[in-house]
């Protein structure tokens, strides 16, 4: 069974106060691991797809790196419209999802 | 271009009541997907359709849920005799390869 466990839950960052979500995976035959941001009230908004190891991508102040069992999403000198829930997902045989990091950024 | 819509984006109903959940993917997407997420919990698979053919249905919960997308695109999720552990968001996404999309969801709640 496909499993994704996310840390931390939660994540409270000054304004400018880089740091790193962790997103640990086990899968069947990886098809590509998913970053999705998910506002109070609204539907997951996608970031990323990665899908293989050693891939990075990046957008504005976040940055998505991948290995054979973990992912990161590194966010730089973040802002508080960064503030959000932050979902990691892989796909095997279907998308399952992590529970989230609740990231808080204060100004 | 438009996104996913979902309608109602709030259904208040009474346990025991049916229910019917719309989602609109967007144009062209063969494949769509339903999700349930409980407040604090990632979202959690339900059932898969690719065009009208519904594909995998494992994560339906009971034999209350069903989900139908005749004509391959407009698909409704509809509950029968709700339960008030079926209070929860439910999500449509639709994709054309690996990356999926999601709708706004909509907030069941049953009394």
């Known amino acids: 069974e496909d499993q994704v466990t996310q840390s931390p839950e939660a994540l409270r960052l000054q304004e400018g106060e880089s740091s790193s979500l962790n997103c640990s995976y086990t899968?069947?035959?990886?098809?590509?691991l998913f970053w999705y941001r998910q506002d109070p009230g609204k539907g997951p908004e996608f970031l990323f797809t990665l899908y293989s190891a050693g891939e990075e991508k990046e957008k504005e102040r976040l940055k998505a790196t991948l290995t054979k069992k973990e992912s990161f999403l590194h966010i730089t000198a973040p802002k508080p419209e960064d503030s959000a829930t932050y979902l990691c997902a892989v796909s095997g045989s279907r998308l399952t999802f992590g529970e989230g990091t609740q990231l808080t950024v204060n100004p | 271009g438009a996104g996913v819509s979902q309608s109602p984006r709030y259904k208040v109903a009474k346990r025991g009541q049916d229910v019917a959940l719309r989602c609109d993917p967007i144009s062209g997407h063969v494949s769509l997907f339903w999700y349930q997420q409980a407040l604090g919990q990632g979202p959690e698979f339900l059932t898969y359709?690719?065009?009208?053919?519904?594909?995998?249905k494992s994560g339906l919960p009971s034999d209350r849920f069903f989900a139908e997308r005749p004509e391959g695109s407009v698909s409704t999720l509809k509950i029968q005799r709700t339960q008030q552990e079926d209070s929860a968001v439910y999500l449509c996404a639709s994709s054309v390869q690996e990356t999926q999309y999601f709708g706004p969801g909509t907030r069941l709640l049953v009394l």
């Open positions: 899968v069947s035959g990886l098809r590509g």
């Open positions: 359709f690719q065009n009208e053919a519904q594909l995998d």
